[in-house]
């Protein structure tokens, strides 16, 4: 008996469907693209014209109603991630749904219970958990090659000072509920250091703006510590004034070893530039950009270089999520799991607020 094709309908024809998307729905043999929401289309930028054989919607609302739509992809801005997952999952629709989830835990954990209510799949889009490095240091973690880990820094800054040109069209930049950083990238480093190494016992939140002009209001940066009651700390940062040639990403120490890495993944890049996620070379790292691992030998450091893995790339977020829709294993990052990265989000601007730590 063959396997079963699953519609697919994405919602939203921007930066995030045609980059982070609808490239790897392309890569799943059990996944079609389906149909689109797409408000505007133009004449250099309509979905009909660029996916042969799509169907064109102008609203969700429309879509939904479609039944041979079985999964609903949403690439919209957060802070309408709550109603259109709400709606999708209403109408008996499977959803994956972009970070950030939700701009609260509360209505995170509503739709956590929708979804179960209506027996439909819902996953949230952490692709970053197969960034390449980060595959790396979980092996690491994994196989005790580090020990005991007693301090977990995980960066995403960058050297951009300057107040961001206002954008209509970018939500990035805007302050929104489930907007700044914290919410981009956070969810991000977050998400990584809850899924490699559990929930924290405690929080700190730093968060607020590095550049001197503000006009805004917007929060440009933050510096999360989640504290574990076993003594491992955990740093979770990202800013916008960091003028460095090489950018640290991660350094990760235990008692037997330690792991620094500089630079991002490759992927974003890559797909940026047109790359496609079969061509040759996709996701592999230059030899001059990985990592370093120290480790004690005859009681003194000895560092080499460790070679940063092939990945399964952010191909594995969507073949799991097929396997998942066949009965063959969990969501790759579930709802549940991205709710409480929300509210270790929220507690850690409660605790720049109040300028205490909090118990989690």
């Known amino acids: 008996?063959?396997?079963?094709?699953?519609?697919?309908?994405?919602?939203g024809y921007g930066f995030s469907a045609?980059?982070?998307h609808l490239p790897f729905i392309h890569e799943i043999p059990q996944m079609k693209t389906y149909a689109i929401v797409q408000r505007t289309p133009k004449e250099d930028d309509d979905?009909?014209?660029?996916?042969?054989g799509v169907k064109s919607f102008r609203t969700t609302e429309e879509m939904v109603k479609d039944p041979a739509v079985d999964v609903v992809v949403i690439t919209t801005a957060p802070d309408s991630?709550?109603?259109?997952?709400?709606?999708?999952?209403?109408?008996?629709?499977h959803v994956i749904c972009e970070k950030p989830f939700t701009p609260t835990s509360q209505e995170a954990d509503d739709l956590v219970k929708l979804a179960e209510k209506q027996k439909?799949?819902?996953?949230?889009?952490?692709?970053?958990?197969?960034?390449?490095?980060?595959?790396?240091?979980?092996?690491l973690v994994k196989n005790g090659s580090l020990g005991r880990v007693v301090e977990f820094e995980s960066h995403f800054d960058r050297h951009r000072p300057q107040e961001p040109a206002a954008d209509v069209s970018k939500?990035?930049?805007?302050?929104?509920?489930?907007?700044?950083?914290?919410?981009?990238?956070?969810t991000h480093l977050l998400d990584q250091a809850v899924h490699l190494m559990g929930k924290p016992d405690r929080i700190t939140g730093f968060v607020g703006s590095q550049r001197e002009v503000n006009t805004t209001g917007f929060e440009d940066s933050f510096t999360v510590l989640l504290h574990y009651k076993n003594g491992l700390m955990v740093t979770a940062k990202a800013g916008v004034v960091s003028p460095e040639e090489e950018q640290l990403r991660f350094w990760v120490r235990g008692e037997k070893g330690s792991y620094k890495k500089f630079h991002l993944d490759v992927q974003e890049d890559q797909?940026?530039?047109?790359?496609?996620?079969?061509?040759?070379?996709?996701?592999?790292?230059?030899s001059d950009r990985y990592?370093?691992?120290?480790?004690?030998?005859n009681g003194q450091p000895v560092k080499e270089v460790y070679p940063t893995v092939e990945p399964p790339t952010y191909t594995e977020y969507y073949r799991k999520f097929a396997r998942a829709l066949a009965g063959e294993g969990d969501v790759p990052a579930s709802g549940a799991e991205a709710r409480d990265v929300i509210r270790l989000i929220e507690l850690a601007q409660e605790s720049s607020h109040l300028g205490k730590t909090l118990q989690v």
Not at 81 to 93: I, M, P, T
Not at 121 to 139: E, G, H, P
Not at 273 to 281: I, R
């Open 271 to 286: 797909l940026k530039s047109g790359m496609k996620p079969a061509d040759n070379g996709y996701g592999r790292e230059p």
């Open 171 to 186: 939500w990035k930049n805007k302050v929104i509920p489930g907007g700044g950083a914290i919410y981009d990238l956070g």
């Open 18 to 20: 045609k980059t982070f």
């Open 47 to 52: 979905a009909e014209k660029d996916i042969p």
């Open 1 to 11: 008996m063959a396997s079963k094709t699953w519609n697919v309908g994405v919602v």
């Open 120 to 139: 439909k799949l819902l996953a949230i889009y952490q692709n970053r958990r197969w960034d390449a490095d980060f595959v790396t240091l979980s092996k």
């Open 291 to 297: 990592g370093s691992l120290t480790t004690i030998k």
């Open 81 to 93: 991630h709550y109603a259109l997952v709400k709606l999708a999952l209403e109408n008996g629709k």
